[in-house]
């Protein structure tokens, strides 16, 4: 991919967190972040397990393994999290981007929805139990993916690891991941021809 196109989305990406994410009051956070976790329950609960596993798209997750990756990435994210709420830098290695447990498609796919609405419950409470005037220069390294257009116009995934002050870690965990994630499972079920 082409330096200069790395550049511009890197930089795209980094506007982003310093004007919509970052300077936002910490109520906002938590309201931008209900929204997307709404539409997941709503997409989500009335699936069967059948429909879920079922495979649509050539290369793509099941939406029973988008659940199993949100999941996944959920625990350690709320754990970073709070870390960073501490005044601490996360211990470790960024979340890897594509994280799975090590068998998706043999977790029951009730228990997964289950996980998924307390992990939801959980990053909520958290922010909501964060001082409106809460501050700290902690940072962690966040495995950002996005997808940009090469010279060619072909859609090619860009990833990168970049430092995240607390509120920008989590409008991009649980904001846009879940905002990326419904999509992909709204473009599984259509191709199933269960979309919405």
Same mark, same amino acid.
């Given at each position: 991919?082409?330096?200069?196109?790395?550049?511009?989305?890197?930089?795209?990406?980094?506007?982003?967190?310093?004007?919509?994410?970052?300077?936002?009051?910490?109520?906002?956070?938590?309201?931008?972040?209900?929204?997307? #976790?709404?539409?997941?329950?709503? +997409? $989500?609960? &009335?699936? @069967?397990?059948?429909?879920?596993?079922?495979?649509? !798209?050539? *290369? /793509?997750?099941?939406?029973?393994?988008?659940?199993?990756?949100?999941?996944?990435?959920?625990?350690?994210?709320?754990?970073?999290?709070?870390?960073?709420?501490?005044?601490?830098?996360?211990?470790?290695?960024?979340?890897?981007?594509? #994280?799975?447990?090590?068998?998706? +498609? $043999?977790? &029951?796919? @009730?228990?997964?929805?289950?996980?998924?609405?307390? !992990?939801? *419950? /959980?990053?909520?409470?958290?922010?909501?139990?964060?001082?409106?005037?809460?501050?700290?220069?902690?940072?962690?390294?966040?495995?950002?993916?996005?997808?940009?257009?090469?010279?060619?116009?072909?859609?090619?995934?860009?990833?990168?690891?970049?430092?995240?002050?607390?509120?920008?870690?989590?409008?991009?965990?649980?904001?846009?991941?879940?905002?990326?994630?419904?999509?992909?499972?709204?473009?599984?079920?259509?191709?199933?021809?269960?979309?919405?």
């Amino acid at each position: 991919m082409n330096g200069e196109l790395e550049h511009q989305a890197k930089e795209k990406a980094r506007e982003y967190f310093r004007t919509k994410a970052t300077p936002l009051p910490v109520s906002e956070v938590r309201a931008r972040i209900a929204e997307p #976790l709404r539409a997941c329950d709503e +997409l $989500l609960t &009335p699936l @069967s397990a059948a429909q879920a596993a079922r495979a649509t !798209l050539p *290369g /793509e997750w099941t939406v029973h393994e988008i659940v199993d990756h949100l999941v996944e990435t959920y625990r350690p994210g709320l754990d970073e999290l709070w870390c960073l709420l501490a005044g601490r830098r996360p211990p470790g290695e960024p979340i890897p981007a594509s #994280l799975q447990s090590r068998a998706p +498609l $043999l977790r &029951p796919w @009730s228990w997964l929805l289950g996980e998924l609405r307390g !992990l939801h *419950g /959980e990053v909520l409470r958290t922010l909501g139990a964060v001082a409106a005037d809460y501050t700290t220069d902690a940072r962690a390294p966040l495995v950002m993916v996005v997808n940009v257009k090469d010279a060619r116009g072909a859609t090619r995934p860009l990833t990168w690891v970049e430092e995240l002050d607390w509120k920008a870690y989590a409008i991009v965990s649980w904001r846009l991941h879940a905002i990326d994630h419904l999509h992909q499972a709204r473009k599984v079920l259509a191709a199933a021809g269960a979309g919405r």
